[in-house]
């Protein structure tokens, strides 16, 4: 059974650019959640999307944007890259058809911007 | 109120130890605390939750303590091994599969 899967490992960018990052629920999940992880820090809920639609939204600016598929798989994208979004991006999947509040998370994706 | 507090920032314990991390939380709608273990270039992995219904869970080497009243739980770790070196964090969500907020994280050494 394949856990929580992400791409790519990691990515270098330049401050202004854009990028999209990408994640494939764990089997029978269909609620994906991305988060930012700073280094040394704890995760930050970034927004929750379920049946293709954004569920929840933390407080993060409109730069991040997000999509689901109706596969469930899920991408992240970053407009206008600042150098305050390196960090470590993970995804988390569940299942809120299944009525459980368990969290898987992917190896995460090391953004950095120079 | 979203806000969940963790100490300490480190700990160092011998083999065969007892760790133990302290978590507060704010937010009373908050009814599900799971832990998570990350090693370096990892994610997250879960490692034992607790809901406020029981005051205690085990699992293995690991327990959960909860305490409703002081809105309070902490993770101890017994008999620690060098291979429980690494960052711990608890976290605090709503039934629902709703948003975790994250403590600010714990470095455990375990040193042989």
């Known amino acids: 059974d394949a856990g929580v899967t992400q791409s790519p490992t990691h990515l270098i960018k330049t401050r202004g650019q854009q990028v999209t990052l990408r994640c494939s629920p764990k089997s029978g999940h269909d609620t994906v959640s991305w988060y930012q992880q700073a280094l040394g820090q704890g995760p930050q809920f970034i927004f929750q999307y379920y049946e293709e639609e954004e569920r929840q939204r933390g407080n993060f600016p409109d730069r991040f944007s997000g999509h689901q598929f109706p596969n469930y798989s899920s991408e992240l994208n970053v407009n206008a890259l600042l150098l305050g979004d390196s960090a470590l991006y993970l995804c988390?999947?569940?299942?809120?058809?299944?009525?459980?509040?368990?969290?898987?998370f992917g190896p995460g994706t090391r953004l950095t911007v120079l | 109120q979203q806000q969940v507090k963790q100490s300490p920032q480190s700990l160092i314990v011998q083999k065969g130890g007892i760790s133990i991390i302290n978590c507060a939380y704010e937010?009373?709608?908050?009814?599900?605390f799971p832990w998570y273990q990350q090693f370096p270039g990892k994610g997250p992995a879960l490692l034992i939750a607790?809901?406020?219904?029981?005051s205690e869970k085990k699992e293995g080497r690991f327990t959960i303590s909860f305490n409703k009243s002081a809105k309070q739980f902490s993770l101890h770790i017994m008999d620690s091994q060098p291979g429980d070196s690494a960052t711990y964090f608890c976290?605090?969500?709503?039934?629902?599969?709703?948003?975790?907020?994250f403590g600010e994280g714990t470095q455990l050494t375990v040193n042989p």
């Open positions: 988390a999947s569940s299942s809120l058809a299944g009525n459980t509040d368990t969290q898987y």
């Open positions: 976290a605090a969500s709503r039934t629902g599969g709703s948003r975790l907020t």
């Open positions: 607790i809901r406020p219904d029981v």
């Open positions: 937010n009373t709608a908050f009814d599900y």
